[in-house]
Every structure is written in structure tokens, then in C-alpha cells.
């Protein structure tokens, strides 16, 4: 089958809205719930929306995002060789995602809304995992592995602790155990910028896990 240059253009520009609709479509099934699936969507799309700034500033070329049933979304770019650019745009992502799912969980706890507190709580979940799991391709990996080589193991480690937890991760450890392969150039960053970003990373997995744990408490009250 051969497509047009027309045809070619009309799926790259198409193709976020149409994976999106699916996206929504199969997590309405999943919680059954269609308000709380559009909303978890569009805390992913806020999430992709922080890299997308970050490849933008850049000027580096990219696809559009495309959304994936059960695992997220995914942006692919050309590779990138400067190691800061990599990990600024790595990090942008569950910056921006986890602020936004956090200002829907406080909205949800003041006008007393137990859909909006299920939104933030999946969105910081959501972020949270991105960050923790440091394997390439998710974020954390992106922002660790060339400054902390073993974090490739622990991250690793968290996936298979997640497939124990529900085995809709499994394609995560999948991809997991795949990026071990990969073989990343030795990083160029001085010691001290390499312990700013482990503490940058440390520091945003704190607040997203201290923001579940507290609008996990906020739900109950509001209950």
C-alpha cells in the first residue's frame, strides 16, 4: 500500500486526536467511568505537553504524541547527543504533570468532588511511576542512567515489583528489560551537576509521593 504525501500529512497531523479518542474510549471501559477517563487523558496530555516545550525549545525534530492503551504516551525525536538537553527534556514532563494532577486533587478536596481527587490521584500516580522506574525509556531512566549507571537495576527491580502488583505492568517490564541493552555514552557532567540532578530527581519522586499520600487523605475526609 502506498500513501500520498497528502495522505502521509493528514495521519501525522490526525494521529494524536485519534489515539486520544481510543485512549479515552478504552479507560471509560476500564473505570467505567467516561469523566474520569477523559480526565486522566488530559493530565497525560498535560504531561506530554511539558516535553513537548522542553523539545521545542530545543528545536529538535519530534513526532506528535501518541497515545497508548494501558501504557501512556509516547513521543519519538532524534536522538539527542547533548546529555543536559536529554534530562531537561525528561524531567519536563513529570514537572508539569504532576503540578496540574495536584491542582485537580486540591479542586477535588474543596468542592468536595471524589472524581477529581480518582483524576489526580491516577495523574500523580501516573508521574510518580515515570519518575521512579529508571530505565530508559521512561523519564526517570532519561534523567539517571548516564549520571548512575546501576540505576538501570533498581529500576528494573521497581518494574518487576510492579508486574507483582498487577500484571497490566508487564508491558512495562517488557520495554524495561529491552533498554537494558542499550548501551549509553559515558556522562559529561561534573560531580556536582551530577549530584544536583540525582537530588532534582529525588526531590520531585518526594513531593509526587508526599502529594498522593495527601490527597489520599483529603478523599477520605471528603467521604
Known sequence: MVYTNDRMNFIKNNISHVTFIIFVAVHGLLYQNLLIAFGISVLLLIHEWGHLREIKKYNIPHSPPIFIPFMGAVIGMTDVIDEKVEMNIAIGGPLIGTLAAVIVGA?????????????????????????????????????????????????????????????????????????????????????????????AWFALVLVQFISFVLIVKGRLIIQ
Open 107 to 199: 479542586l477535588g478536596i474543596i468542592f468536595s468532588s471524589t472524581e477529581l481527587v480518582m483524576i489526580s490521584l491516577v495523574g500523580i500516580l501516573i508521574n510518580l511511576i515515570n519518575t521512579l522506574v529508571t530505565v530508559s525509556p521512561f523519564d526517570g531512566g532519561r534523567i539517571m542512567n548516564r549520571i548512575l549507571p546501576l540505576s538501570k537495576v533498581s529500576g528494573l527491580l521497581i518494574t518487576f515489583v510492579l508486574v507483582w502488583v498487577h500484571t497490566i505492568f508487564v508491558l512495562f517490564a517488557i520495554v524495561s528489560i529491552h533498554s537494558l541493552g542499550k548501551k549509553l555514552p559515558t556522562t559529561t557532567l561534573s560531580v556536582k551537576e551530577r549530584f544536583t540532578w540525582i537530588f
